[in-house]
């Protein structure tokens, strides 16, 4: 085998870096030369290796050179260390600190580039970290003390007629229901399966009274059996996050501003605050469980923080306008205690995905076999199984082109 077949594809970020033609590394020691008072004998003091720096140029050149420009100098451009895999070296964690394009309309279709790189090495500085997990928990929960003392301000069944609490322990049955409706993937012999139902049945016997602490407390303890029997990550969050829509809000408060009576009115508002409190307390249990979820990629941190945000913000539109007097009570409280949940679910996702890889998309030339598209792609055929289950391959022994992979950049 020649020197050329060893050479390996070079790429940043999972992103090819096409023909690179020449690659230049410099390193050296550090330290001070000290040279003393009538002698003759230096002495070199070593205080470390220099830090690896990596000059490459290269080619990119085809019909669709303009698009892998742009790839290249996005990748180059994004924020962090990334993977570098050089055609001598192979892989290196790097920094990019220059870079630059040259384009010519007498080599149009052929871009030369250069980019230099530094050994990202690692950070051995002591750094504070918050814990954006615990002010995320505690976000949490103040929105749900919020929800329940909402709740228990406007919620009442004294003195009306009995149709009126038929009316709230229907709402709340079908509440049970829409939960009971998560653990179908649970086996009938499943000890957890058990649990789950048994505490939907202790709730829809609790709702029977229709009591106002009552009915809080069923619909934590329905939450409650929601997260045990769900695994913990994404399937957590959006399953709960699921619960928040059991009723259309907006038309409860349409109802109640149009009530003709005040017993219709009464009816109304506790229609209105029961799917309130159903709202926040399944955006509070998802916004909790998210800590958990670990993300394989910015993209999929940044998606779920755009989907709970946005159900937190449609929220927020609810609870920012004034009700109708009978409903009205707490609801600024509840406004307040959602807008910092928004903001500790933003405050969880930043800290916790800024050093995680991109999504890129790319095609290869030529079919092959998982293996080999993962060892060009990150030097590393150990992640063939990774290409495979991201991108629904039927096969792993056989990738095919023309189509784009969905890949990590690192």
Do not use: C
Request: proline share 5%; net charge negative; glycine share 8%.
């Amino acid at each position: 085998m020649s020197w050329k077949d060893e050479l390996r594809e070079a790429s940043f970020r999972g992103v090819p870096m096409f023909l690179v033609t020449r690659s230049r590394r410099q390193g050296g020691r550090r330290g001070p030369t000290h040279e003393y008072p009538q002698s003759d004998v230096p002495f070199a003091q070593d205080t470390g290796a220099k830090a690896l720096r990596f000059s490459v140029e290269g080619v990119i050149h085809g019909d669709d050179y303009a698009a892998d420009v742009r790839r290249l100098e996005e990748a180059f451009a994004e924020k962090g260390p990334g993977l570098y895999i050089d055609p001598w070296r192979g892989e290196i964690q790097v920094q990019v600190r220059d870079w630059s394009f040259g384009e010519a309309v007498e080599t149009g279709g052929t871009v030369p580039y250069s980019v230099d790189f530094d050994e990202a090495g690692r950070d051995r500085h002591p750094t504070a970290a918050v814990d954006t997990g615990a002010g995320l928990s505690a976000a949490a929960a103040a929105a749900e003390i919020a929800a329940a003392d909402r709740f228990e301000r406007v919620f009442s069944t004294s003195s009306v007629p009995e149709f009126l609490r038929d009316e709230a322990r229907r709402t709340a049955e079908e509440q049970i229901d829409a939960v009971r409706g998560l653990g179908t993937g649970l086996t009938a012999l499943d000890e957890a399966a058990a649990g789950f139902n048994r505490a939907l049945d202790e709730a829809a016997a609790v709702v029977a009274s229709a009591l106002p602490l009552d009915l809080i407390a069923a619909a934590a303890s329905v939450m409650d059996a929601a997260e045990t029997a769900l695994s913990i990550g994404g399937i957590r969050v959006k399953s709960l996050l699921s619960l928040r829509a059991l009723g259309d809000i907006d038309l409860a408060e349409e109802a109640l501003a149009l009530a003709a009576t005040p017993t219709l009115a009464r009816g109304a508002a506790n229609r209105l605050v029961q799917l309130e409190l159903y709202r926040d307390l399944a955006l509070a249990r998802s916004a909790a469980a998210l800590p958990a979820w670990n993300f394989d990629s910015q993209d999929a941190a940044v998606a779920a923080q755009t989907e709970l945000t946005g159900a937190i913000d449609a929220a927020l539109v609810q609870t920012g306008r004034a009700a109708p007097v009978l409903a009205d009570p707490g609801r600024q409280a509840s406004h307040r205690a959602l807008r910092s949940l928004r903001t500790a679910v933003v405050r969880d996702v930043a800290a916790r995905s800024g050093g995680l890889a991109r999504i890129v998309r790319r095609d290869i030339p030529a079919p092959a076999p998982s293996v080999v598209v993962a060892y060009r792609l990150y030097g590393d055929a150990s992640r063939a199984g990774e290409i495979s289950a991201r991108n629904g391959l039927s096969h792993p022994g056989f990738v095919p082109a023309g189509r784009d992979l969905e890949l990590l950049s690192g």
